[in-house]
T-cell receptor, first 114, second 111 residues
């Protein structure tokens, strides 16, 4: 059974640009969550999508957005990149129903903003 | 607000030297407490889920335990390949809750 797939693995962008990251969840999983991981803050929750709807949102500025497609694949977008957005962006999928337990993570996208 | 604190931040052990990692948490009703292992440049890899105080789970040299306020990850006779960052996370028992993570313990096991 294929795991969670994130593309691309690495990205280098310039300040002010925008970027789109992609995540394909485990087959049958309907929930996709995004996390930002930095050395200083650890893993911080960005947002969660379930059945194409944003169900939860973390405390990040509006420059961070996402969406989910009918096949459960998800994308996140960061506009007007800042140096502080350099991080490992992780996607996690789960079955997503109420009471659903646990998440499986992808390998992440390493974003470097220069 | 759910909170998770892990200690120590970093731990260096000699091969075969057993130790424990701590995860203290506050959550409004616990659905599950999770331990993950993360290698550099990779995503977290699931290790254990614990649901209620008193529960214990084992996998090879790792044993996770849970109380009402803490979880411990005991590492018995570690090997260099156990070197990684170990992450603890909680999921609250309220609707469609997400994971709240601690900052992790970086473990280095020297031969």
């Amino acid at each position: 059974k294929a795991g969670v797939t994130q593309t691309p693995r690495y990205l280098i962008k310039t300040r002010g640009q925008q970027v789109t990251l992609s995540c394909s969840p485990i087959s049958g999983h309907r929930s996709v969550s995004w996390y930002q991981q930095t050395p200083g803050q650890g893993l911080q929750f960005l947002f969660e999508y379930f059945s194409e709807t944003q169900r939860n949102k973390g405390n990040f500025p509006g420059r961070f957005s996402g969406r989910q497609f009918s096949n459960s694949r998800s994308e996140m977008n960061v506009s007007t990149l800042e140096l502080g957005d350099s991080a490992l962006y992780l996607c996690a999928s789960s079955l997503g129903g109420q009471g659903s337990l646990g998440y499986t993570f992808g390998s992440g996208t390493r974003l470097t903003v220069v | 607000e759910d909170q998770v604190t892990q200690s120590p931040e970093a731990l260096r052990l000699q091969e075969g030297e057993s130790s424990s990692l701590n995860c203290s948490y506050t959550v409004s009703g616990l659905r599950g407490l999770f331990w993950y292992r993360q290698d550099p440049g990779k995503g977290p890899e699931f290790l254990f889920t614990l649901y209620s105080a008193g529960e214990e789970k084992e996998k090879e040299r790792l044993k996770a335990t849970l109380t009402k306020k803490e979880s411990f990850l005991h590492i018995t006779a570690p090997k260099p390949e156990d070197s990684a960052t170990y992450l603890c996370a909680v999921q609250a028992n309220s609707g469609y809750s997400t994971l709240t993570f601690g900052k992790g313990t970086m473990l280095l096991v020297s031969p």
